[in-house]
């Protein structure tokens, strides 16, 4: 959820910088005071200029007070990409704070089911909506179901991507898991969409959950060329190279882990243990102490016996 709320901070600009948005107004308000009074009542649309203007002002607690006041209104007049723009400010100027993230929490959860249902409303016999009722079997925990209907869409387009990957986090979730045929499922995911690094990564667990260290470390290799922002790959590569003996080469993939992940005590653990294998032990030490300090600050909470 927070990566969502951050992803829409990125919108923030557009809402300061392009009134058009709000509906001009014969009585529009002429202080922040009068907007949030305007607001109370009911009067969004009067209201929503002067709280643009009050959001990009200095004072932080006006400007707080009036995005979120914004976002409501955006909300009550049914404006889904003013709502966006609002919940933006939000994101970027109060990430941490609990009540935007409560309030961005539950528009987000409102707007994605206003535009699920104006989907199905506009196209009820697309592709999209197909997907989306499939997707909904999926997260209700009706496997089998979802799957056929993963499977009814690539027979009418067998070009589709993402539906075999799909399928096969599925099929691996089953138990036991259909791990010879989630590997056929995922082969068809790198035919149609070759680019997809979470079928490479998902491939490479299967083959080091095998012991297979040779295919794991082509396979999570893969996923980081592909997408370098990938940071479980990471990891993985640097784990499954240490397995594998290749220390030397395991050095460069956990070195960039710890970089994107440096509270994470695993990443700094297996540097170690290639740091070491490799003869660095002073940088080797430093890692063992900086994974202690991480392990001593967050203890693993057991249950009582």
């Not at 002067?50 to 004072?59: H, I, S, V």
């Not at 009540?99 to 196209?123: F, K, P």
């Amino acid at each position: 959820m927070i990566k969502k709320f951050a992803a829409f901070a990125t919108l923030s600009s557009a809402l300061l910088s392009n009134p058009v948005h709000a509906q001009s107004a014969t009585h529009a308000a002429s202080s922040p005071q009068q907007a949030f009074e305007l607001a109370d009542h009911g009067r969004c649309a009067e209201a929503l200029p002067e709280l643009k203007r009050a959001a990009q002002g200095a004072d932080k607690q006006l400007s707080y007070r009036a995005a979120l006041t914004g976002a409501r209104c955006a909300m009550t007049l049914e404006r889904r990409a003013d709502a966006l723009e609002w919940l933006a400010v939000l994101a970027r100027k109060f990430p941490d704070d609990a009540e935007a993230s409560y309030v961005s929490a539950r528009y987000l959860s409102q707007l994605a089911n206003e535009t699920a249902d104006h989907l199905a409303a506009t196209a009820p016999n697309s592709v999209q909506v197909r997907k989306m009722n499939a997707e909904a079997l999926e997260s209700q925990g009706k496997a089998d179901e979802a799957i056929a209907e993963y499977r009814k869409l690539l027979a009418d387009d067998p070009k589709l991507p993402e539906l075999h990957f799909r399928i096969a986090r599925l099929l691996l979730e089953k138990n036991p898991p259909d791990t010879d045929e989630a590997k056929r499922e995922l082969g068809q995911e790198l035919k149609v969409a070759p680019n997809n690094a979470a079928a490479d990564f998902a491939l490479g667990e299967i083959a080091r959950r095998e012991g297979d260290w040779t295919t794991a470390v082509q396979q999570f290799q893969r996923a980081t060329n592909l997408d370098q922002g990938f940071v479980e790959a990471f990891l993985a590569l640097g784990m499954a190279l240490n397995a594998a003996s290749r220390f030397q080469e395991a050095i460069p993939p956990l070195e960039r882990y710890i970089k994107l992940q440096p509270e994470d005590p695993a990443g700094h653990y297996q540097l170690a243990t290639a740091y070491s294998r490799t003869g660095n032990k002073s940088a080797a030490e430093r890692e063992l102490a900086e994974q202690k300090r991480l392990v001593d600050a967050h203890p693993v909470r057991r249950p009582e016996q």
